[in-house]
């Protein structure tokens, strides 16, 4: 039969089905027509190769609408037009016509002795997300086989039930089911979710006894991206080197994962091993490329892989790649290529958005930034949260309070405040930043469980108005609270006491710091110590905290507070600062040439001896 007058004989089907025998029940061998036109008795067969495209989706649009009804789901199909639906209803993940469908099945009987059609139902219910009814089915089933366990335990892992795969894996095991590949893959998987190295290893030691790694990369693969997730990074790179086939998703894991871990340049170095190798990079080794590009802010490896991804014809108007090459020269500064890219984009959604805007905001072009947005909406796209963090940051940097608070309201009416604290955090800092100071408490007021940031932009807040009472006074709520400070809390804290000399309170907090809350200081905290102490006059208490600091930070600090004598116009802490200094080095022109370094930097024209000489 010619297509054409196939798809008019299918088309007359679906028009008036009553013009047709059904002869599926019926049917002697594969070879019987599923239907057939009782006036010309011309055939029709539902899985012929030579059916248009449209059928089996059409034939599952109608049979799934007759399910609605239960009387005449009790009449309907047999055992493979059933197994059809039963996919069908796990693909549309229609879990209320996949029960009619399952009710039938049982009223019926046709689960007796049917592993198959009860594996079906089992991946259905998985599929739609119902996994109590899912293990509900499992525990029923009379007959189980590797599928049926591999069906539950596959809809767990997928669905980050890491914990429940592991338990079924290990009962499975206790049960004496052997399992196959497909078995470790989610095993693997859930171990990886949920950061479980011992019992990933533990797999791994079964799966080299039966040898797998040397019969299938994809458990290799999977063996290997649970070793990433797991943080074992070591393991990853001895597993990678060991294993007897790579394909380029082996590469791809390897390289992904390191740009994860923040070791881009090792990602990088695996991305040139690749290509070395011969293994053709695709649109996944390119996007997790020039995410460590943008990771190390390395415009001109950049660059360099954007010429590879036109050598190796993947196409940067691709959403995925484009979206990478937007954030990469977003990060990296070049805003005017971004947008270049950007705007050459055939399909951009709300993360290319972001890509763009945010790299506006961390560049300082805010408003921008703001332009931006507001094309983004008319262009109909819907901000997401880190839109809005975003476009939060840079009316925070602009002043722009009226447009913080139409976003705030925005944010508001679409409920996305709610256990939400990166929003919160952005709405308090914006409002600390732009003075408003009652509305940045009003908004912690309402959400006093957020997170350290949020309570950390409020005490800044107060800071930057001089209230160092405020500030200490929300410490002490945030403590109350359950909430735990960070380094940046004290940073905050030590800068409010600088400010105002609070000599006492900024050597409390560095003790309480340091030895209560066991955070180890940082630069930050010990140019404040050093600010506190300088002010108050206590040069030796100033110098021996910079002694206390890592070497690596003295000549920082020393420089910060050549910084200060700048400011304040203070000769004699300059003189003073000199003089430790050269004590510290016993190379005089290493100490020097980095004072007159600071001088510049700092405003100070006097040379090191010229100073000295000032006594």
Known sequence: ???????????????????????????????????????????????????????????HRRG??????????????????????????????????????????????????????????????????????????FDELPQKDIVTWNALLSGYAQSGLAIEALELFERMHAEGVAPNGVTYLSALKACG?????????????????????????????????????????????????ELPFKDVVTW????????????????????????????????ITFISVLKACSSLHDITKGESVHMRVHRYGVSEKEAKIGTALVDMYAKCGALVRAKDIFNQLFCRDVVTWNALISGYVQHGHANEALCCFEQMQNDGVSPSVVTFISVLNACAETGLIKRGEEIHREVENLGLLE???????????????????????RVLDEHPACGVAAWTALIAGYAQIGNSKAAFDSFTKMIAAG??????????????????????????YFYTMANVYKIQPIPGHFACMVDIFTRAGDFDKAASIIKTAPSLDRLLLWSALMGACREELDLERAKWTLKHVTKLYDDFEVGSAFLNKSYVFAGIQHEPNRLLALE
Request: net charge negative.
């Open 419 to 441: 256990e939400n604290d990166a929003l919160i955090n952005a709405l308090v800092d914006m409002y600390a930043k732009c003075g408003e100071i009652v509305k940045a408490q």
């Open 1 to 59: 039969m010619a297509t054409k007058d196939l798809e008019f004989l299918w088309r007359e089907y679906f028009r008036d089905s009553s013009q047709f025998w059904d002869n599926r029940s019926n049917k002697a061998t594969p070879r019987s027509p599923d239907f057939r036109h009782k006036k010309t008795w011309r055939p029709l067969w539902l899985h012929s190769l030579r059916n248009p495209t449209w059928v089996i989706e059409e034939f």
């Open 483 to 508: 909430i735990m400070p960070d380094a940046i809390t004290f940073v905050t804290l030590l800068t409010a006491c600088s400010h105002e000399g609070f000599l006492h309170e900024g050597q409390m």
């Open 64 to 137: 799934l609408q007759l399910t609605n009804d239960e009387a005449a789901c009790r009449e309907f199909h047999d055992r493979t037009a059933l197994l059809d639906l039963i996919t069908v209803c796990g693909k549309r993940k229609d879990l209320f016509k996949g029960s009619l469908i399952h009710a039938n099945i049982l009223e019926r009987g046709l689960l007796d002795g049917d592993i198959t059609l009860g594996n079906a139902l089992l991946s259905m219910y998985a599929k739609c997300g119902a996994y109590a009814k899912a293990k509900e089915t």
């Open 252 to 283: 791809n894991t390897l390289i992904t994962g390191l740009a994860q871990h923040e070791l881009c340049d090792e990602a990088l170095i695996c991305f040139e091993r690749m290509l070395e190798e011969g293994l053709l990079p695709d649109s």
């Open 193 to 241: 979710k949920i950061g479980a190295l011992q019992k990933g290893k533990e797999i791994h030691r079964r799966i080299s006894g039966l040898n797998l790694l040397a019969k299938d990369v994809v458990v290799g693969n999977a063996l290997l991206d649970m070793y990433l997730k797991c943080g074992a990074v070591n393991k990853a790179e001895e597993l990678f080197a």
